[in-house]
């Protein structure tokens, strides 16, 4: 089974370059505006599309993605919506790579095989699910492969050289190398670190390893990028969202350029990397 | 009673945390190889007799067990019906049951090394008695409350800090328990390599929901061995309040396997059911947060809902794995009491028997009142004082002079 996140990254290999991901919440601020940032993201150099399902309870988010989570969930958005915005999407992208991350419950609510035929048809590729380890894969990475769907498992500075084949089992896409021990937007990735660890990875895998987590600026994404597959940036886009709003959160006519923009300058960050020989 | 009745209601976890299909360990990566150390260290405490003996000496000259029996002889004769007994975790050191659990964590955190001990709180119970903990043995303590909580459970803020901890007031969410636990577990994530989460009751990941109740149990194996004293037999019934259901657990847990025992857990009705409320399993189902499935209170996406109680110790969405379970198979039957209902019960046992309950077990006095009467005389019945009321006494004091205006 070859997915788009596949086909994406056996595309830029043979440009050699390596991959620019973007994390949003889904319907922040709201579910239009946020369907529109999510078509202007490939054009702003976005190779891979990651977008946040709310959730009320995220334990592994900072601030900026916690009231990210706040505000669609105050505009309305749901799990259905979410999948709603992705079937939009699909109309005028079929290449595009779509991750759906978030927590669990939402899905376990919606029915794991209903949620995986709903993904599946609107046209969702990966999913991150932060809270689910290997120790819980037959809930829903397992029926996730069945239905291909790639299931993108978080490795961390804490999964050793032991633990590392248990991660990397049953993950298929990438695998998404969090970067700091912490919650999202709050450390910053020490690259020199980050590439020892993301060839350690690559020791025990074939996977394309994406970093993620503490990285803020096109400098970081291009010092990131040289050693891996991926750089995925998220607060600082989201953190960009929210000060283009007015002062009651809700959008504004700058929004969509105000995260469309930072985009493009993370983009020429991590395109303007040499990748390190293979 | 979907599953087939199993042949103790004692045996679980199974390896993997679960009771049926609640427990589990929904964490991130990030955790992932803590608990599992955590699990390790534990088994090898659990099967240690210097462990067993190091928390005996702590229990009988630090916590001041065992906790009395005591027969509530005015209660009884004001209800008339069952002989109402309660056991007194509202002596312990700290003033509840919370510090059972915390001496045992902080007891294995020890063993594993670690330096800095992080907690979350409600009531600011658990808080306590961890603060106290950490003072005895020279840690550094950070418990995450609710700013909510804060305001309303002062007292206890006042005394983690004489304590020497540093309580962070929580503003996210609905900014008590579960926002608490939220923050809790971001900082753990964090600091993961030298922090050791000393969790408040039988939720969370696994090892903690079977961890917390074994050294909850104490309170069911004391009351075993007193009642068999005192009145030569078993008790008829058992009651406990249920916030995340640790002394609940710790009192239920010894008498799962006897059969003639009836057990009541009592889940906070807040305003009522078909109100704001924080009856997980009468007004919730099955879902997943904080590392295991339970009994939640959530809307239909999924989304959890905040809870109410008037006690800042059971304003808490979910509910241990385990009682999810326990309801599931029938063995546990779960009621609920309103804030009023508590309300009463706290003045009634100020009055009758001389002992100011905290307002969490003020939920199972309430449910006393109305099982009792319905007992024969020759019933016991045992009520878990799981807190003494100090902490509530502004927040009562407030409520009450405002109904009289
Ligand atoms: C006195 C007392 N009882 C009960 C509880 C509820 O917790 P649990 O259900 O874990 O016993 C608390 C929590 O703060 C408490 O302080």
């Known amino acids: 089974m070859t997915t ?35 078509k202007a993201l490939p054009k702003a150099g976005a190779d891979i599309i990651e977008i946040g399902m709310p959730f009320t309870d995220p334990m592994a988010d900072g601030p900026a993605i916690q009231a990210a989570g706040l505000r669609a969930l105050k505009a309305g958005m749901t799990l259905k919506k979410t999948l709603a915005m992705v079937r939009e999407f699909r109309k005028a992208d079929d ?25 599946k048809s609107a046209g969702i590729d990966g999913l991150i699910i932060v809270d689910l380890p290997p120790e819980e894969d037959s809930e829903l990475c397992l029926p996730a492969m069945k239905a291909g769907l790639n299931f993108i498992r978080l490795a961390t500075p804490t999964t050793d050289d032991k633990r590392l084949p248990a991660v990397l089992a049953n993950t298929s896409g990438f695998v998404y190398y969090v970067s700091i021990t912490g919650i999202t937007g709050s450390a910053s990735a020490d690259s020199a670190a980050v590439g020892q660890a993301v060839a350690r990875i690559k020791r025990h895998t074939k996977l ?10 096109p400098l970081a994404a291009r010092a990131i990028a040289q050693n891996a597959d991926g750089t995925v940036v998220g607060t600082a ?15 504004t006519a700058g929004t969509v350029e105000a995260v469309a923009g930072v985009v493009s300058s993370l983009a020429q960050g991590v395109r303007g990397a040499s990748q390190a020989a293979e | ?66 906790s009395p029996l005591y027969f509530a002889e005015r209660l009884t004769e004001h209800l008339g019906g069952a002989k109402i007994y309660f056991k007194r975790e509202e ?40 603060a106290t903990l950490c003072a005895r043995f020279g840690l550094e303590c950070l418990v995450y409350m609710g700013a909510v909580d804060v305001e309303r459970q002062q007292a206890n803020v006042i005394r983690m800090e004489m304590l020497g901890a540093k309580v962070i007031p929580v503003q996210s969410g609905s900014r008590t328990l579960k926002d608490a636990m939220n ?115 959530m809307d239909d996406d999924g989304q959890i809902q905040d809870a109410h109680s008037i006690s800042a110790g059971l304003d808490y969405p979910g509910i241990g794995p385990e ?73 009562v004091a407030d409520i009450l002079r405002g109904r009289k205006q």
């Open chain 1, 4 to 38: 788009r996140i596949d086909a994406r990254f056996a595309e830029l290999k043979k440009q050699g370059r390596s991959a620019f991901i973007t994390f949003l919440m889904g319907g922040d601020p709201d579910p239009k505006t946020s369907l529109e940032i999510i």
């Open chain 1, 95 to 119: 290449t595009t790579p779509l991750v759906l991350m978030g927590y669990y419950n939402p899905i376990y609510i919606h029915g794991v095989d209903k949620f995986l035929a709903d993904a």
């Open chain 1, 208 to 217: 394309p390893v994406c970093v993620g987590f503490g990285i803020r600026t």
């Open chain 1, 237 to 251: 886009l989201v953190d960009a969202l929210r000060a283009s709003l007015d002062g009651e959160g809700n959008a």
């Open chain 2, 1 to 66: 009673m979907n599953s087939a009745l199993p042949n103790s209601f004692r045996s679980g976890p199974d390896e993997r945390g679960h009771f049926g299909i609640f427990g589990g360990r929904f964490v991130a990566e990030t955790l992932m190889p803590l608990i599992l150390d955590l699990e390790k260290a534990y088994a090898e405490a659990k099967a240690d007799p210097a462990f067993q003996a190091e928390m005996d000496g702590y229990l009988k000259h630090y916590v001041g067990r065992p």
């Open chain 2, 91 to 130: 002596l312990n050191h700290t003033g509840s049951h919370k510090v059972n659990n915390v001496l045992g964590q902080i007891v294995v955190a020890r063993r594993m090394g670690k330096k800095r001990i992080i907690a979350e709180t409600g009531a600011g119970q658990h808080g306590v008695a961890t």
């Open chain 2, 183 to 297: 923050e809790a577990l971001r900082d753990w994530v964090t600091n993961v390599h030298n922090t050791f989460y000393c969790i408040g009751t039988v939720a969370g990941p696994h090892p903690y929901p079977m961890m917390v109740r074994d050294f909850q149990s104490v309170i069911g194996l004391e009351t075993r061995a007193q009642m068999h004293e005192l009145e030569g037999r078993l008790p008829d019934s058992l009651i406990a309040c249920i916030g995340g259901g640790s002394n609940a657990m710790g009192l239920f847990h010894p008498f799962l396997d006897d059969p003639g025992v009836e057990i009541f857990g009592v889940e906070a009705a807040g305003h009522g059911l078909t109100q704001l409320h924080a009856a997980s399993i009468a007004g919730g189902r099955p879902g997943v947060l904080h590392g295991n499935r339970t009994y939640l209170l």
């Open chain 2, 323 to 395: 009682h999810s379970w326990l309801h599931e198979t029938g063995r546990v039957t779960y009621l609920s009491a309103t804030d009023d209902e508590a309300l009463a019960a706290f003045q009634l046992l100020s009055r009758l028997e001389g002992i100011i309950p905290a307002l969490e077990p003020a939920h199972a006095i309430a449910k006393v009142m109305e099982l009792a009467p319905k007992r024969p005389r020759d019933h016991l019945m045992v009520v878990n004082l799981s807190g003494r009321g100090d902490k509530d006494i502004p927040q």
